[in-house]
Structure formats: structure tokens, C-alpha cells
């Protein structure tokens, strides 16, 4: 059975998460320190104890799930454990990235850095809110945000299962698409919890930030194939995974259509790495014959060993 890592990005963090890692294994131990080394923070001690209100801060979330997930990738490449494919959905392609050792641990961990700080910070500078809008057509949510741009900006930010879209942008713009989303028949419109407009425009400042660190990292040549966020397409080229991470950053993450492509290539069965049921939700509604697996704790990986 042909098999892929998912990795999830922001929205899958909770208090907790990594602790029995810790616990268990050395290299978690390293991983965690490496860590607060490169961040100038304690992440291991947020990421157990929490606040959740401090956990869910962009500049503390995209480290905690890109270092939770990378360590839990080591341990299973450690154990020869194989795989045929990757991707991440936003933050998580970097997980996905590292996981098939296109960059270190380390430079990784530098680029994640680098982009959850300035896309916190682009959210301060251009204040900016997203939605979710579900069992409501493409077409139909795209005009929902044509009829909103007399109030802002406001565009498609994710396209995460055939039901469920994400919108993002400038908070009377979205709010007003909500309300045209409701008028063309959508079954549920909320407007999500988050410190920036991600996926839009907005986020042009870490664009730019972006743009200079990237080039400064290494990279090698993907051995198997990974799916990007724009254009749902797998690479091995790379000037193109780095022009794909940057322009992630201001264009819709293309969930559906990644899925829909890795499940043409024959991918059969997905692992989601790391904590939370988000990637699994989606990719159930996208194809609801894909075998499923999650593995976020000592208990997964021991599963996963002994298959």
C-alpha cells in the first residue's frame, strides 16, 4: 500500500503536545533544546503547560508543531520506516519538508522562525481576520468576495475539502462576504479565530522577510515526491520548493486538489503527523476510502513499529 506523511499546520497545536516524546526519547530531548537555542524560548515548557492563549500565538505555534512533528519523523526514518510521499498543509510543509531531508533540522527551524514572527507581526501591521465557509461552491463564495471588495480586500485562502473553503482578509470585507456567503445558500459561515489575514495580500511583509532568509538555506534535491501548497503539484526542483514556500505565504493553500492529485498517483494510505484529527477530517471528506492513521504520541509510534 502506497503510503503518505500529512503534516498539519496551525489550529492542531494543544497544550501537552510532545511532552511523552520527551519523556521517552533522547532525541526529543535534543530536538526540544536545539530549539530553544535557535528561538530564545523555553518551547518545550509551552508547549506541556501551556498557556494555551500563549501556544496559540503564530511566532510559538509554527515552531511547536514543526518541532513536535519533525521529531516525531526522525524517530521513524531512525526505525527505517519508509514512505512514498509528503505534504503539509501551510506551516506543515516545512514539517514535510524536513522529513525527507531537504533542509536540516536546524535551517528549518530557522525558516519557520523567520515566518511565524513576521507573519504575527504583518498581522499587527495589516490587521486582518479569516472564515470558514461550508457547503457553499467555489464559484459561488468567489462572487460572495467580489460583491465584499467594496470593502476590502477579502479572497480565498484555503480550499481544504469539497465543502469547506476558507476566506481571508480585511475584517468589514470578510465579514461582508460572510453575510453574501449566507444570502447564496452557505449551510455554516464562522469567522475563525486567528491574528492575521493568512493566505492574502496582507501577509506581504513576511513575504519579503521570507524572500531574504530562504535564499540564505541550503537545500537538497527531494528523494520522493513532495506536494506543494499552490499548485498541488510535486517538485523535486530546488529553485521552484523555494518559490513555492514563498509565494505560500499570500495565496490559497490548494488542500483539495493536493489530496485529490496524491490519491491519482496511487497513494492509498495517510499519516498525519503530529497532534490533532484535522488532516484526517478533511482528507475523509475528500475521499472517504483512504485508509487513515495519525501518530502524535509514544503509543502511535509504537504501533506504527510493530505493524
Same mark, same amino acid.
Given at each position: 500500500?502506497?503510503?503518505?506523511?500529512?503534516?498539519?499546520?496551525?489550529?492542531?497545536?494543544?497544550?501537552?503536545?510532545?511532552?511523552?516524546?520527551?519523556?521517552?526519547?533522547?532525541?526529543? *530531548?535534543?530536538?526540544?533544546?536545539? +530549539?530553544?537555542?535557535?528561538? $530564545?524560548?523555553?518551547? %518545550? &515548557? /509551552?508547549?506541556? !503547560?501551556?498557556?494555551?492563549?500563549?501556544?496559540?500565538?503564530?511566532?510559538?505555534?509554527?515552531?511547536?508543531?514543526?518541532?513536535?512533528?519533525?521529531?516525531?519523523?526522525?524517530?521513524?526514518?531512525?526505525?527505517?520506516?519508509?514512505?512514498?510521499?509528503?505534504?503539509?498543509?501551510?506551516?506543515?510543509?516545512?514539517?514535510?519538508?524536513?522529513?525527507?531531508?531537504?533542509?536540516?533540522?536546524?535551517?528549518?527551524?530557522?525558516?519557520?522562525?523567520?515566518?511565524?514572527?513576521?507573519?504575527?507581526?504583518?498581522?499587527?501591521?495589516?490587521?486582518?481576520?479569516?472564515?470558514?465557509?461550508?457547503?457553499?461552491?467555489?464559484?459561488?463564495?468567489?462572487?460572495?468576495?467580489?460583491?465584499?471588495?467594496?470593502?476590502?480586500?477579502?479572497?480565498?485562502?484555503?480550499?481544504?475539502?469539497?465543502?469547506?473553503?476558507?476566506?481571508?482578509?480585511? *475584517?468589514?470585507?470578510?465579514?461582508? +462576504?460572510?453575510?453574501?456567503? $449566507?444570502?447564496?445558500? %452557505? &449551510? /455554516?459561515?464562522? !469567522?475563525?479565530?486567528?491574528?492575521?489575514?493568512?493566505?492574502?495580500?496582507?501577509?506581504?511583509?513576511?513575504?519579503?522577510?521570507?524572500?531574504?532568509?530562504?535564499?540564505?538555506?541550503?537545500?537538497?534535491?527531494?528523494?520522493?515526491?513532495?506536494?506543494?501548497?499552490?499548485?498541488?503539484?510535486?517538485?523535486?526542483?530546488?529553485?521552484?520548493?523555494?518559490?513555492?514556500?514563498?509565494?505560500?505565504?499570500?495565496?490559497?493553500?490548494?488542500?483539495?486538489?493536493?489530496?485529490?492529485?496524491?490519491?491519482?498517483?496511487?497513494?492509498?494510505?495517510?499519516?498525519?503527523?503530529?497532534?490533532?484529527?484535522?488532516?484526517?477530517?478533511?482528507?475523509?471528506?475528500?475521499?472517504?476510502?483512504?485508509?487513515?492513521?495519525?501518530?502524535?504520541?509514544?503509543?502511535?509510534?509504537?504501533?506504527?513499529?510493530?505493524?
Amino acid at each position: 500500500m502506497k503510503t503518505a506523511l500529512v503534516f498539519p499546520g496551525q489550529a492542531s497545536q494543544k497544550v501537552g503536545m510532545g511532552k511523552d516524546l520527551y519523556q521517552n526519547y533522547d532525541i526529543a *530531548k535534543e530536538m526540544f533544546k536545539i +530549539a530553544e537555542d535557535i528561538l $530564545k524560548f523555553d518551547l %518545550a &515548557k /509551552i508547549c506541556f !503547560e501551556g498557556p494555551i492563549s500563549e501556544l496559540t500565538q503564530t511566532k510559538i505555534t509554527q515552531p511547536a508543531l514543526y518541532v513536535v512533528s519533525s521529531i516525531i519523523t526522525h524517530i521513524l526514518k531512525e526505525n527505517s520506516i519508509t514512505f512514498d510521499a509528503v505534504a503539509g498543509h501551510s506551516l506543515g510543509e516545512y514539517s514535510a519538508l524536513y522529513s525527507i531531508d531537504v533542509f536540516s533540522f536546524e535551517n528549518g527551524l530557522q525558516l519557520v522562525k523567520e515566518r511565524g514572527e513576521s507573519m504575527q507581526y504583518a498581522g499587527k501591521q495589516n490587521p486582518g481576520t479569516m472564515a470558514a465557509i461550508i457547503k457553499l461552491d467555489k464559484d459561488k463564495i468567489l462572487k460572495a468576495c467580489e460583491n465584499a471588495s467594496q470593502f476590502g480586500l477579502v479572497k480565498i485562502a484555503n480550499i481544504n475539502s469539497p465543502h469547506q473553503i476558507a476566506i481571508s482578509g480585511e *475584517k468589514d470585507a470578510v465579514q461582508s +462576504a460572510m453575510k453574501y456567503a $449566507k444570502d447564496l445558500g %452557505a &449551510k /455554516i459561515v464562522v !469567522e475563525l479565530e486567528v491574528s492575521g489575514a493568512f493566505h492574502s495580500p496582507l501577509m506581504r511583509y513576511a513575504t519579503d522577510v521570507l524572500t531574504k532568509t530562504i535564499n540564505t538555506v541550503s537545500f537538497k534535491k527531494p528523494t520522493i515526491p513532495i506536494y506543494g501548497n499552490v499548485d498541488a503539484q510535486s517538485c523535486n526542483s530546488i529553485p521552484k520548493l523555494k518559490q513555492k514556500l514563498i509565494k505560500q505565504i499570500e495565496n490559497p493553500v490548494l488542500w483539495l486538489d493536493t489530496i485529490n492529485n496524491m490519491r491519482n498517483d496511487g497513494i492509498e494510505k495517510f499519516i498525519e503527523v503530529g497532534p490533532g484529527k484535522v488532516l484526517r477530517g478533511l482528507i475523509k471528506r475528500i475521499d472517504p476510502k483512504s485508509n487513515l492513521e495519525g501518530i502524535s504520541t509514544v503509543a502511535d509510534i509504537e504501533r506504527i513499529l510493530n505493524e
